[in-house]
């Protein structure tokens, strides 16, 4: 009996034993475990402050090639001395180039020749929906930039004078429609007359007349149909620039006429352009 006693005692110590070496063993792999833990989160946030300032950089770059960009397409590139372009403006006008045939977008070789073909679209569309050339007293001729209109005598005037009659309203409004649609253009305006002398109180001669008929128009296009007088000069060539022998009645009427020159201003055209 003694001896099971002491066996028990044993096992029971023995297990005592047992069980402490454990919750030991436990304990530090548990404290190892929180050691290991903290570790990881002190780890975590070192790497999301390191991935904020990877981020704040990304931005950083990111806004700094967006202003090199925007910098970049408003750069104006000089063109043959006498003029500037951005490439936002380039980017605008070979859209409408697009709409250019072929065979005259071969023809151009510099970025100058580009602007006229695309300015002389413009224009010519622009005549096009004003039924300009459906009238039979207008005569429309467009060389590259450059449009002549040439009106006859009686759709503006009475004879011998310069009063501008009621009928020029509706060629007049065409003629502001053209003028207004491109900021860039200036326009000349020029009297001409037959070969007829004239002398009134009012006028000298055929040089009075001219002049006097073309500052009407160009007073009626400013004062009613809004075209900015800086854009327009008034001049009288009297009747030295006949378009046929002053020998019969009908070639008198082809003299006397107001002819319209529309020209874009190379170096308006490309700071107005540039702006945009």
Known sequence: MKKISVLIV?????????????????????GEIRSELQKTRVEKEDLEA?????????????????????????KLEVVENVAV???????????????????????????????????????EKTISE????????????INETVVMISIADNMLFNSGSYRLSSKADN????????????????????GHTDSRTINTVNM?????????????????LQEKYNVAPEKMIAAGRSSYQPLAENDSRENMAKNRRTRIIILPNIDKFFALMAND
Not at 52 to 67: F, G, H, L, P, T
Not at 97 to 123: C, F, G, Q
Not at 180 to 186: G, H, K, T, Y
């Open 50 to 74: 390191k991935f904020d300032k990877i981020q704040a950089r990304v931005e950083a770059y990111n806004s700094k090639i967006m202003s090199l960009k925007q910098e970049n397409d408003s």
């Open 171 to 190: 060629v007049l409004q065409k003629l502001a429609d053209v003028i207004n649609s491109e900021p860039s253009l200036d326009v000349m305006v020029e």
């Open 130 to 141: 004003s039924n300009m050339n459906e009238d039979d007293d207008f005569a429309v001729n």
């Open 10 to 30: 044993l096992v029971v110590i023995t297990l005592s034993c047992v069980s402490k070496k454990k919750y030991i063993a436990l304990e530090q792999e548990n």
């Open 85 to 123: 372009m951005s490439n936002d403006t380039k980017e605008k006008m070979r859209e409408t180039l697009k709409n250019v045939d072929a065979a005259k977008l071969s023809e151009a070789k510099t970025l100058k020749d580009s602007m006229n073909l695309a300015v002389a679209y413009n224009l």
């Open 204 to 220: 000298s001669d055929n040089w009075d007349l001219s002049v006097l008929r073309a500052t009407s128009v160009v007073r009626k």
